[in-house]
């Protein structure tokens, strides 16, 4: 449920930014959560080693929990990896801003901080 604050829209307008930032590039992933396979419908929290290589598609900037907006960004397979069967659908967690101040960054790799 979103919160009310006025903190709200300008804390999704920063997510949006950050995903604007991210979209079409290539990162690597210890860390992604997906349905896996074809028929995948359970979601799955995945740790690699190595990483995976990911590509950002799109992703969900209003996801709120509590105090936190926690987007959510969609990514693609670059090159096949071991542990992930085709036709899974992935995400990552992208930057969490919280309604008190503090910012979390993305679990890919390079993206630890805010980008703006």
Known sequence: MKPNSDRVEELQQRAA?????????VFLA???SGYMGDDGCDTVFLHFDPPA???VVDGITDRWNDEWLD???????????????????LSVYGISYSLGGKTEGSRLLGVARPLQ
């Open 71 to 89: 987007s959510m960004w969609n990514v693609d397979l670059v090159e096949p990896h071991p542990d992930i069967p085709p036709g899974s659908r």
């Open 17 to 25: 930014a950050d995903l604007q930032a991210v979209m079409g590039r």
């Open 53 to 55: 290589k990911v590509r």
């Open 30 to 32: 210890h860390e992604l």
